[in-house]
């Protein structure tokens, strides 16, 4: 079978670009019962899971919406395997020594950790950006924030009550301020390279 070949699963990282609530119900129904297992069984509780599931979501609906997420295996492998990386990970910082992991849950899919290998990058490309983001000026964050979501810069300055060259100026000087401040970031050389 060909490892590049988008899997069928596909519809539920469509469903979730849609924000599609039956989808979202249903990757809940199906695959969250699985995770919450895992969690309970290895150190954790039901919030705990909970929470974990919640963030994986949201991680899997901001690239899926990015469009930067294409699904060759099952989505139960990648689902499970995300969530599972991300409770491991969040042991590993509460540093609970007495941690005893139960694997009775096995996904050897190569191609399911491949795109959590792909997804983890995504994620942490997302938070160094966030980060840099939360840096800037109130203002640039505003002119940048309206110029993602409004179709001209000419709308933008109507919004601001601002003339269209002050908008394009300040998003430029915005926008490479933000770009320094990211290139700048000791993890970013080893984000860029993937």
């Known amino acids: 079978m060909d490892q590049n070949k988008i899997h069928p699963d596909q519809k539920y ?31 954790g509780d039901k919030d705990q899971a909970q929470d974990v599931i919640q963030e994986i979501m949201i991680l899997l609906f901001n690239q899926a919406k990015a469009n930067k997420l294409q699904l060759t295996c099952p989505f139960d492998a990648y689902f499970f ?43 942490e490309k997302q938070q160094l950006f966030d980060t840099m983001f939360q840096k800037l000026g109130e203002k640039c964050q505003e002119v940048l924030k309206l110029s993602f979501t409004l179709k001209s810069m000419e709308e933008v300055a109507e919004k601001l009550n601002v003339t269209y060259g002050y908008v394009r100026k300040k998003k430029s000087l915005c926008v490479g301020q933000l770009t320094q401040w990211i290139q700048e970031a000791k993890n970013f050389k080893s984000l860029k390279n993937n």
Request: proline content about 1%.
């Open 13 to 43: 990282i469509e469903g979730l670009a849609a924000n599609d609530s039956v989808i979202i119900e249903m990757i809940y129904k199906k695959y969250a019962p699985k995770v919450v297992l895992f969690i309970t069984n290895n150190s």
């Open 81 to 123: 395997l995300l969530c599972k990386r991300r409770w491991l990970n969040e042991l590993k910082k509460s540093s609970n020594k007495g941690v005893t992991i139960y694997e009775n849950v096995v996904s050897s899919n190569e191609s399911a950790h491949d795109l959590v290998a792909q997804t983890e990058e995504f994620d």
